[in-house]
T-cell receptor, first 115, second 112 residues
Framework: QQQVKQSPQSLIVQKGGISIINCAYE??????FPWYQQFPGKGPALLIA?????SEKKEGRFTISFNKSAKQFSLHIMDSQPGDSATYFC??????????????FGTGTRLTIIP | SQTIHQWPATLVQPVGSPLSLECTVE??????LYWYRQAAGRGLQLLFY??????ISSEVPQNLSASRPQDRQFILSSKKLLLSDSGFYLC???????????FGPGTRLLVL
């Protein structure tokens, strides 16, 4: 019940296109959903995050769409650029672990933007 | 502003040798601290987390251990490395009561 399932495993998108990465979860108690971006050889960096009381959050070209009833959330990258080529991880927070705020991560999506 | 440091950046060690990786956080106090391992092309596996000095919780049984001797210092250790310990080790911190985690630059460990 602690799993977060992420798809696709890899994604190739043309420059200027929309990149869409999906995550699904089972634990309805999850209450915080961040996305991380990781470049090769670097640590993941927080990209954008959402709480279940809103259905969408946008920051620049990055948008999280959240569907509470379907237990799904997705990352949309508009006008995708070669610099967006990276591995993206979704995650969810388990609120029952008060005091340490553990995150459950998806398995990652390797995004490649081609010219 | 807060900064997280990890060292060394890269480490090559023979099988059976000891290990000590260090992580320190600046600009905050009483953070939650985490150690993750990432195998090549894989996801993030939580190894240990700590909510305070001397308080360590283990997520995965293995030949690794963690310690938190100071509020903003987190150490990952092993007495005898295995080949399977190779990977990218990431330290992360999070403010107490806040769900966000911030990752360090990582240490790439190769056990030969």
């Amino acid at each position: 019940q602690q799993q977060v399932k992420q798809s696709p495993q890899s994604l190739i998108v043309q420059k200027g296109g929309i990149s869409i990465i999906n995550c699904a979860y089972e634990n309805t108690a999850f209450d915080y959903f961040p996305w991380y971006q990781q470049f090769p050889g670097k640590g993941p960096a927080l990209l954008i995050a959402i709480r279940p009381d809103v259905s969408e959050k946008k920051e620049g070209r990055f948008t999280i769409s959240f569907n509470k009833s379907a237990k799904q959330f997705s990352l949309h990258i508009m006008d995708s650029q070669p610099g967006d080529s990276a591995t993206y991880f979704c995650a969810a927070s388990d609120p029952t672990n008060f005091g340490n705020e553990k995150l459950t991560f998806g398995t990652g999506t390797r995004l490649t933007i081609i010219p | 502003s807060q900064t997280i440091h990890q060292w060394p950046a890269t480490l090559v060690q023979p099988v059976g040798s000891p290990l000590s990786l260090e992580c320190t956080v600046e600009g905050t106090s009483n953070p939650n601290l985490y150690w993750y391992r990432q195998a090549a092309g894989r996801g993030l596996q939580l190894l240990f987390y700590s909510v305070g000095i001397g308080q360590i919780s283990s997520e995965v049984p293995q030949n690794l251990s963690a310690s938190r001797p100071q509020d903003r210092q987190f150490i990952l250790s092993s007495k005898k490395l295995l080949l399977s310990d190779s990977g990218f080790y990431l330290c992360a911190w999070g403010p107490r009561g806040v769900k966000t985690q911030y990752f360090g630059p990582g240490t790439r460990l190769l056990v030969l």
